[in-house]
């Protein structure tokens, strides 16, 4: 699934910058500290391009992430580039080369409010998840070259946390990475350590971060490609050692059941009633949740059957 064949560039090492030239034009690339190089990659060669609907839950369920190729065609990945091209972007603390946009990408691009319902996505969710979905939050992501790698984190906390809020807390919520742009071995590809959102054990602490793991696997996916992960699994970056910055655009949804523990800020409300048509249904409150205390035990109306449960659901 790798693809090295974009170079950019000719490239040299002066003090610890790799230079690289783009004709007249030299570009400096900051080494990347040896503390933060993770020396292996065991890059993962599934096929997802021939994966069927049952394939991909299974996938996503059992292993912790899919991938689903060419959502978005290049003439879409140039628009959201576009549009985002002037969002004000903040780094983050441990570097300057990483950053992303001071605001929800939803609030300054039109079509990355509408890709909050990508009709093939919510297809896919529809299926995943059932038909009632809370969009709970966008990222746009800028990594520049330079960039030390992410470390092994959840997106979530149960109990919430500084970094994800109360987002964080909703016992089902996954995040979508919509890529803009290759993940080659020396651009920021993707990390992860399949399986993980389904350990008991201690060290599967979503409070707990990792610098990495032998059995971490690595996503080298085209742009226009989705990563889809439920918060629990354990992932990361490598370093972005490439000439040319990568660009990420991360959504997350939930079941409109799985609510957080505590409440959240709702959106502002005309920027909602301003959202695309196919965006709506997803910017329900933040609060949407089906939590309720007072349980009976043989509640009127009970069902016979539940297609979403089915342990079948992993066959075709
Ligand atoms: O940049 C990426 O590919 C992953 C980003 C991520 O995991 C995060 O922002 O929480
Ligand atoms: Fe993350």
Not at 31 to 39: A, L, R, S, T
Not at 209 to 233: D, F, M, N, Q, W
Request: hydrophobic content about 35%; charged content about 20%; aromatic content about 10%.
């Amino acid at each position: 699934m790798c693809d090295e064949s974009r170079k950019h560039g000719s490239g040299g090492s002066i003090r610890g910058i790799q230079q690289w030239s783009f004709g007249a034009y030299p570009i400096m690339i900051p080494k990347i500290h040896p503390d933060e190089v993770i020396d292996f990659m065991n890059i993962d060669s599934t096929d997802f391009g021939s994966f069927t609907l049952a394939q991909r839950i299974r996938h996503f369920e059992v292993e912790g992430y899919v991938v689903l190729p060419d959502m978005l065609d290049a003439e879409h990945i140039a628009r959201l580039k576009a549009e985002l091209a002037d969002a004000p972007m903040a780094p983050k603390p441990y570097s300057e080369y990483q950053t992303t946009g001071a605001k929800q990408p939803q609030w300054i691009s039109r079509s990355a409010a509408e890709l909050i319902g990508h009709p093939p996505m919510i297809e896919f969710f529809t299926e995943l998840m059932g038909p009632d979905i809370v969009f709970t939050r966008g990222f746009f992501q800028r990594t520049h070259p330079g960039s030390p790698g992410i470390s092994m984190h959840t997106d979530g906390q149960p109990h919430g946390s500084s970094i994800f809020d109360y987002e964080g807390s909703s016992p089902r919520l996954l995040r979508v990475l919509y890529y803009l742009d290759d993940l080659i071995p020396k651009r920021a590809p993707f990390r992860l350590i399949p399986r993980t959102h389904l350990s008991f054990h201690a060290q599967a602490s979503p409070y707990v971060r990792y610098k990495s793991h032998p059995e971490e696997i690595t996503l080298c996916v085209k742009a226009g490609s989705a990563v889809i992960i439920p918060s629990t699994l354990f992932h990361a970056t490598h370093p972005n050692t490439d000439s040319s910055p990568r660009e990420l655009i991360q959504f997350g949804y939930r079941p409109a059941w799985a609510g957080p523990i505590q409440p959240m800020k709702e959106w502002d409300a005309e920027l909602v009633d301003n959202a695309p048509e196919q965006a709506k249904p997803f910017l329900q409150s933040l609060n949407t949740t089906g939590g309720v205390w007072g349980l009976e035990h043989k509640p009127k109306g009970m069902k016979t059957e539940a297609q979403g449960i089915n342990p079948s659901r992993w066959s075709d």
